[in-house]
Each structure stands twice: as C-alpha cells, then as structure tokens.
C-alpha cells in the first residue's frame, strides 16, 4: 500500500490501519496511542484480522503467555511470515522479547522447552533485567530519530517508564540503539538498579522494525509511536 506523506506529525498516521496483538497485556493503551495519531487501531486475535493491515504493535505483558496464546490461536506462524517479509513492527517490553531472535534467559514450560518468539531482530534480550515489579522505576532517555518533534529549542528527552522491563545485551549488524539507560545517579535517577558500570541498550530499530524496553503507551508519551507511523510512510 502506498500511503502519501504527513506534513503533521500529531496526525501522521491518518489513513494507516494499524494492527494490536491483543492477546493479553496493555493492547489497549496502545491501540489508544495508535488511534492518537490518526491511524485506525484493529486489535488482532485471529490471523485473518492481520488482512490489510500497514503495521502491527506487539504490546508489552508476559511474553511467554503472549508466545503461548500466539500459537494456541495460530497466529504464530502468520507474524514470523510477515515479519520475515517486512511488515512494519514496533514491539514494547514484551513486544521487544518477542522481536527479538535471541533470548539470554528463555522461560521454558513443563516440558522443558524454551519459549518462543516471532523474532526479526538480531538481537540478544534478557528478561525482567531491571527487576521485578517492585523496582520498577522511571528516567529520562534522550532518544534518536525524533526530530520530527523539534519545536525550535531542541528534542525533549523521552520520560520511560520500565516494569520488569528487559534490555538488549547484543546487537546484530544493522541493528541501531536509539536510547540507552545510563548507570543510576542517586542524585537524578528514579530507580536503584545496579547497572555495573556500563549503559544498558533499551531501544533499537533495524529497518521496519522498532522495540523499546520501556512502556511509552502509559505515560503519554506520543512520540514513539509517532515515529512508527512515519517508519510506516517511509518519513523515518
């Protein structure tokens, strides 16, 4: 589908049907965010729902019960497939596990088996990285690719939100970070995660694909989302 360029960036996703795996999580906070930029947000929970969509959104909640409900409702194989040919997709906390190719820590069943994801990136994640729910925590980020929002005075910093959130331990060729958690500042930092010294990736992109570690779906913040709808126009 061809879809004409946006000249506003808070309505850039007008004309855009944009699908939420609603399976479980926070699927609608994002179909909200989605439906925010103009776009028409579908909640996806059977593979004939993913006809005609421009882009999909894999939320964030528990990414083993997501993988597991994914193929109960056979819609595992149908994401791998669109995702290996290039469909647009942004992946939060969850969504970024279930993006990913390679899971450092993979949670398995009762059998024994590893779980499963839809992948696309090359790269490594570890689940609930930060901690548990209780140190979850909140941060400023600055974040690339958001110049679209450049009022005159600068890019505002991206304030996110992490629970049990994972972060990327590897990345692949043509994968690029665009945000990283630096190592806690008592002084300024919300949370007590011991980092070890080093910045923590918490936000990628490879071509069509977009992940985050963090939830912009709940604190309002547009501008993630906004810069998937302009991967989706080919503006970004």
């Not at 109960?72 to 939060?92: M, N, Q, T």
């Not at 910093?157 to 008592?186: K, M, N, S, T």
Request: contains cysteine.
């Amino acid at each position: 589908m061809t879809n004409p360029p946006s000249t506003d960036y808070s309505r850039a996703g007008t004309g855009l049907r944009i699908g939420v795996l609603a399976l479980q999580g926070d699927f609608r906070e994002h179909l909200r965010a989605a439906e925010a930029t103009g776009a028409t947000a579908i909640g996806i929970r059977r593979p004939s729902e993913l006809d005609g969509i421009d882009g999909l959104i894999i939320p964030g909640g528990e990414s083993t019960t997501i993988d597991k409900l994914a193929r109960a409702f056979e819609l595992a194989d149908p994401l791998r497939k669109l995702i290996a040919d290039g469909l647009p997709v942004y992946g939060s906390c969850a969504g970024m596990i279930l993006l990913a190719d390679e899971i450092a820590d993979p949670a398995t069943d009762l059998a024994g088996n590893p779980q499963q994801t839809f992948g696309g990136l090359d790269i490594t994640v570890r689940r609930n990285a930060f901690g548990r729910q209780r140190e979850s925590f909140e941060t400023d980020l600055e974040f690339k690719g958001l110049g679209f929002s450049d009022t005159g005075s600068g890019v505002a910093p991206v304030h996110a939100v992490f629970i049990r959130g994972p972060w990327v331990e590897r990345v692949g060729d043509g994968v690029e970070v665009l945000a990283q958690v630096e190592p806690a500042d008592p002084e300024h930092a919300s949370h007590t995660a011991a980092l070890q010294g080093t910045a923590r990736i918490v936000a990628v992109r490879s071509g069509q694909l977009l992940a985050t570690s963090f939830h912009p779906e709940v604190t309002g913040e547009k501008r993630v989302h906004e810069l998937f709808i302009r991967m989706i126009r080919g503006e970004a």
